[in-house]
């Protein structure tokens, strides 16, 4: 299969794949969106809950409130100053007896009241007894309050009741008709600034402003904090307890009742207890955890699977370079073959050429199959060494001299420099499969007439074979990366040269395997030396 096709259609199939997980990273991105959608509307659910139980709790007191205020302060307290004298235009209106009177119907608020008065609407006069009143309230009475009748109130039965003059206290009053137009009055009594606290007080300690079963029987006080306001938005009374919370609510008692405005704020320890459930813990930093997890998986998978595209194009690279390799040495196996064959030699020369010939390429379908088979051996398991006791300058002159003749087929010659015996612990199977490897790179990448030196030397307990040949060297960029399996230069990628691209990958395994190192340098005068050291003493 061509390299072009092999391209194609590993673009085809990373694609797909690449569209898969793009798919899959999109449908878990809908999926957090979704959930934290869920959360935020229950989240928004539970708040309308909340704030909808404050508002219930509001209404509740205020009606409380109006309750408490009707049949403590309005009625009997009116009841009390219309039976002293207060219905009556130019009658006496005694604070003394107003007390008498109050005692003996029970009127709790009879201590608060500073005044009581009386406004003739015939005559315009205003009639004031009590010695805690107002500096401002007779001018108050004629002014205010008979502008505030005479616009929203009017003639009826109806009690009422208004802020006081600059906001001092309240002022509780009652139009009282009569078959005379001349006799109609206004009548009514102030209540000093707090003299309604008791009421609020009770209105809140009189019953739940919620069922029990949502507050679990808990007092008022701890549930909720109560104030109530004034029609001008200031604060008249306020509850002990004071909390701080998003879910609160008002419900005003009306403008019969100066506009007064009960305030109800949830205590936000309590609040989780008022909701079946309790709050809903938030999502977002769980869902943000999975969709990051979900993102670095996502791109993981493209990191692998982009691996995977390049190691499976190595792969054809690498079985197009090693069918290459070995169809050369066949072919040419081949043809000297048939020519001994048919007896088409002419002379001894050639017949011994053609020998040659067939030996050498012998040697290198031999060596190109010791290499695969060593590599497919280390992907499956770690190389094992066998070492023995070796002279390794020895080792290193049997590999040259069994190499020369593919070095002198490239026009090429191999020199070794060694110190005499060495010896030291290696595998000689596998050094010299290593040692192969080197000079077949040598000579393959060199150019003609080059001289490839294989060099032997010990010192410091090291072992170190160096190949050195003329070519045109390893780039630095390539220097770390030429070690790697089916790895070719970008120069040599697309040349003639053939290569399996696991020669050098395998002379590492093997160096590895001895417990050495591997590296390459740059050759002074052009040219690069491939090293291989390993311990002495195995």
């Not at 008022?274 to 996502?298: A, D, E, K, N």
């Not at 010192?459 to 040949?469: A, C, Q």
């Not at 030429?482 to 120069?491: C, H, K, L």
Request: glycine share 10%.
């Amino acid at each position: 299969m061509a390299p072009g096709t092999v391209s194609s259609r590993l673009g085809r199939s990373t694609a797909f794949v690449g569209v898969l997980l793009v798919g899959a990273l999109a449908l878990a991105g809908l999926l957090a969106y979704q959930a934290f959608d869920a959360s935020r509307s229950h989240a928004a659910a539970v708040h309308k809950t909340l704030g909808e139980q404050a508002q219930f709790a509001a209404w509740e007191y205020a009606n409380t409130v109006r309750r408490t205020l009707d049949a403590k302060v309005l009625y009997l307290g009116l009841d009390v100053v219309a039976g002293c004298g207060g219905k009556v235009p130019g009658a006496l209106l005694s604070m003394d007896t107003v007390r008498t009177a109050a005692r003996a119907w029970e009127w709790t608020t009879v201590d608060a009241v500073s005044s009581v008065f009386r406004l003739d609407l015939a005559s315009g006069s205003v009639a004031i007894e009590g010695k805690g009143a107002p500096a401002h309230l007779e001018h108050w009475i004629e002014t205010e309050l008979r502008t505030h009748f005479d616009a929203s109130a009017g003639p009826g039965w109806q009690p009422r009741m208004l802020e006081g003059p600059e906001g001092d206290g309240f002022v509780a009053y009652r139009f009282a008709p009569d078959d005379r137009r001349d006799a109609e009055v206004v009548y009514g009594f102030h209540v000093r600034r707090g003299g309604l606290d008791p009421h609020f007080t009770y209105s809140l300690a009189s019953s739940p402003l919620l069922p029990e079963g949502l507050t679990g029987g808990r007092p008022n006080e701890q549930v909720f904090a109560v104030s109530m306001e004034s029609g001008k938005g200031r604060t008249v009374w306020a509850a002990d307890t004071h909390y701080v919370s998003d879910f609160e609510a008002r419900d005003t008692l009306g403008a019969r009742y100066a506009g007064l405005t009960a305030r109800v704020v949830v205590n936000p320890e309590v609040a989780p207890s008022l909701v079946i459930g309790g709050f809903p813990q938030s999502r977002l930093p769980l869902i943000l955890t999975l969709l990051v997890l979900t993102t670095g998986l996502v791109a993981g998978a493209f990191w692998q699977l982009r691996r995977e595209t390049e190691l499976a194009q190595l792969r054809a690279d690498f079985v197009s370079g090693v069918s290459h390799e070995l169809r050369t040495p066949l072919a040419q196996i081949r043809m000297f073959g048939e020519t001994l064959l048919l007896d088409r030699v002419r002379t001894d020369e050639e017949r011994r050429r053609s020998l040659e010939i067939i030996v050498n390429e012998s040697q290198r379908l031999t060596h190109q199959v010791g290499n695969v088979l060593l590599y497919s051996r280390s992907e499956r398991e770690a190389v094992r060494a066998d070492c023995v006791e070796t002279d390794v300058a020895a080792l290193a002159e049997e590999v040259a001299e069994a190499f020369r003749p593919l070095a002198a087929a490239a026009e090429q010659d191999i020199v070794v420099s060694a110190e005499g015996p060495l010896t030291a612990c290696v595998d000689p199977r596998l050094m010299r499969q290593a040692l192969l490897n080197l000079l077949d790179n040598a000579v393959k990448y060199g150019p003609a007439g080059q001289t490839v030196a294989l060099g032997v030397t010990g010192r410091l307990g090291v072992v170190r074979f160096s190949v050195e040949d003329e070519g045109e060297g390893v780039s630095e960029r390539d220097k770390g990366r030429i070690w790697q399996p089916y790895f070719r230069s970008e120069r040599h990628r697309e040349s003639s040269t053939a290569g399996s691209g696991i020669g050098l990958s395998v002379v590492r395994e093997v160096a590895e395997a001895h417990g050495g190192t591997t590296r390459v340098e740059s050759r002074e005068g052009g040219g690069a030396r491939f090293v291989v050291e390993v311990p002495r003493l195995g």
